[in-house]
C-alpha cells in the first residue's frame, strides 16, 4: 500500500470485506457497542480506499484497451491521461490513510476487540458451531435465491447489495468448511464455484455503472481542445459495456436460478 502498489489495495480490500462479512455473519452473538465501533471505522478504511480500485480498474480494464479498437489516439490519449492522474491521486488518498494515525489506533482496537470481546449467547442457547453454520448458510442462501428471482427488476443499488449478499455467504462457506466432512467438500467447492460467478456477473455490472459516471464525467469536463475527442472515448467505453452487461445479466440470473441449499450438514 505504502509503495502504491495496486495489489496491496486489493488485498487489502479482500481483508477488510471478509472481516466485515464475519461481523456480519456473527452479529446477532457480537458485543454491540464496541462492534459498531469497530465496523464504524473498517467502513472508513474501505472507503479511503475505494477511489484507487476503482479507477485503477477502470483505467487498466476499460481505458488501456480503446486505442487499438478503432477510438482516435487523441481521444484515447486524453481520456487515459485524465485518469492516470486521478489514479495517482486516489493511490496518494489510500497511502495517507494506511499512514495515519487513526489507522494505526484502528489496528490497536480491532485487535483489543478480537482478543476481549464476550459473545451475547443466551444463557438457554446452547448452540453448537455446526448448529449456528448450518442456520446462517441456509437462511442467506433461500434469501438470496428468493430475491434473485426478480433480478431483472432490481435497480443498480438493488443489484449491488444483492451482490454483497452473495458475496456473505460465498465467505461463509470458506469460514465454516472445516465444520462439514471431507466427503461434503465437493458439494462446498460446487457452492462456492457458483456463488463466485454470481459474484463476478454482478460486479462487473456494478463497476460498469461505476465506469458509466466517470465517463460521462470525463466527456462533459474535459478542455475546449479536447472536448470531442474525448466525449467519443467515453462515449464509447459506455456502449461498449453497455452491450456487455447483457450477457452478465443472464449469467448472473441463470446461476440464481440455479443456487440450492446444501444438502448436507456440518458435523462438529
Given amino acids: 500500500m505504502r509503495n502504491l502498489d495496486s495489489e496491496g489495495v486489493h488485498q487489502m480490500r479482500v481483508g477488510l470485506r471478509r472481516l466485515r462479512a464475519a461481523i456480519s455473519l456473527f452479529s446477532d452473538i457480537l458485543p454491540r457497542a464496541p462492534t459498531e465501533c469497530v465496523k464504524a471505522e473498517l467502513k472508513w478504511l ?42 495517482s491521486a486516489a493511490f496518494a488518498r489510500a497511502r495517507g490513510a494506511v499512514g495515519s494515525a487513526r489507522y494505526r489506533r484502528l489496528l490497536i482496537d480491532v485487535i483489543e476487540w478480537i482478543e476481549t470481546g464476550r459473545s451475547r449467547l443466551g444463557a438457554g442457547d446452547d448452540r453448537s458451531i455446526a448448529t449456528y453454520a448450518a442456520e446462517v448458510l ?69 463497476d460498469f455503472m461505476a465506469h458509466r459516471e466517470l465517463a460521462t464525467e470525463a466527456a462533459l469536463a474535459a478542455p475546449p481542445a479536447n472536448r470531442r475527442a474525448q466525449a467519443f472515448a467515453s462515449g464509447f467505453i459506455v456502449g461498449r459495456e453497455r452491450e456487455a452487461a447483457n450477457a452478465l445479466m443472464k449469467d448472473a440470473t441463470n446461476e440464481l ?12
Avoid: M, W
Avoid at 61 to 71: P, Y
Fill in 46 to 87: 474501505t472507503s479511503e480506499l475505494a477511489p484507487a480500485r476503482e479507477i485503477d480498474v477502470f483505467l487498466k480494464e476499460s481505458i488501456q484497451s480503446i486505442a487499438d479498437q478503432g477510438v482516435p489516439k487523441r481521444g484515447a490519449r486524453a481520456i487515459a491521461k485524465k485518469f492516470s492522474a486521478e489514479r
Fill in 138 to 206: 441456509d437462511r442467506r442462501i433461500r434469501k438470496a435465491r428468493k430475491q434473485g428471482k426478480h433480478l431483472d427488476d432490481l435497480d443498480p443499488r438493488q443489484r449491488h447489495k444483492q451482490r454483497i449478499k452473495v458475496k456473505k455467504i460465498r465467505y461463509a462457506v470458506d469460514f465454516f468448511r472445516s465444520l462439514y466432512s471431507d466427503r461434503d467438500h465437493k458439494q462446498l467447492a460446487s457452492l462456492s464455484g457458483r456463488l463466485k460467478q454470481i459474484q463476478s456477473a454482478l460486479g462487473s455490472l456494478n
Fill in 257 to 268: 436460478h440455479r443456487l440450492h441449499r446444501l444438502r448436507v450438514a456440518p458435523g462438529k
